[in-house]
T-cell receptor, first 115, second 113 residues
Framework: AQTVTQSQPEMSVQEAETVTLSCTYDTSESDYYLFWYKQPPSRQMILVIRQEAYKQQNATENRFSVNFQKAAKSFSLKISDSQLGDAAMYFCAYINNNAGNMLTFGGGTRLMVKP | KAGVTQTPRYLIKTRGQQVTLSCSPISGHRSVSWYQQTPGQGLQFLFEYFSETQRNKGNFPGRFSGRQFSNSRSEMNVSTLELGDSALYLC????????????FGQGTRLTVV
């Protein structure tokens, strides 16, 4: 069975600084996707960034980028120029091609942004 | 374009009762997935429906069931409610396959007393 682990329950960052959230996963599949979702206090999960396992290039979306290390099964999220609106729960998630739309989530990291 | 709509937003039920939650996906989306979110267990997959058929099922007891209608709207039902069923229930819709983004609703907060 697939597992996703986020070892940092809480992180804090100063506004305008950079922060990295960690995620490791375990799978025997070779074809899969990884995601970072943001859940603000409104509770609605929002997709931040996604990475296809077959792509070696790390995904980037504006201030958000990932460091995908397939051999190490590591998938960290870097947030640059942190903003107050980035404060939220962040979830790392995994899905494989044989499992339809079944996402496996990590336990989440609460990110606090200090002004 | 309207997002994923979950109703009701909040619900309080008594142990032993049953409850039905509703999810209207984004227009054109054929896949609807349900997740349970609790402080202790985190986010756990319940089931996925695609074109009115259950395509995947998580590790939940049979008290948890769902269905999908021809217009892709989905309902989940929990019978014989237990205190431990108190949770945020999230619905996500996708176009079809896994290489399309899952859009989440705001969830239904169920409290069992």
């Amino acid at each position: 069975a697939q597992t996703v682990t986020q070892s940092q329950p809480e992180m804090s960052v100063q506004e305008a600084e950079t922060v990295t959230l960690s995620c490791t996963y375990d799978t025997s599949e070779s074809d899969y996707y990884l995601f970072w979702y943001k859940q603000p206090p409104s509770r609605q999960m929002i997709l931040v960034i996604r990475q296809e396992a077959y792509k070696q290039q790390n995904a980037t979306e504006n201030r958000f980028s990932v460091n995908f290390q397939k051999a190490a099964k590591s998938f960290s999220l870097k947030i640059s120029d942190s903003q107050l609106g980035d404060a939220a729960m962040y979830f790392c998630a995994y899905i494989n091609n044989n499992a339809g739309n079944m996402l496996t989530f990590g336990g989440g990291t609460r990110l606090m942004v200090k002004p | 374009k309207a997002g994923v709509t979950q109703t009701p937003r909040y619900l309080i039920k008594t142990r032993g009762q049953q409850v039905t939650l509703s999810c209207s996906p984004i227009s054109g989306h054929r896949s609807v997935s349900w997740y349970q979110q609790t402080p202790g267990q985190g986010l756990q997959f319940l089931f996925e429906y695609f074109s009115e058929t259950q395509r995947n099922k998580g590790n939940f007891p049979g008290r948890f069931s769902g269905r999908q209608f021809s217009n892709s709207r989905s309902e989940m039902n929990v019978s014989t409610l237990e205190l431990g069923d108190s949770a945020l229930y999230l619905c996500a819709s996708s176009l079809s396959g896994i290489n399309t983004e899952a859009f989440f609703g705001q969830g239904t907060r169920l409290t069992v007393v």
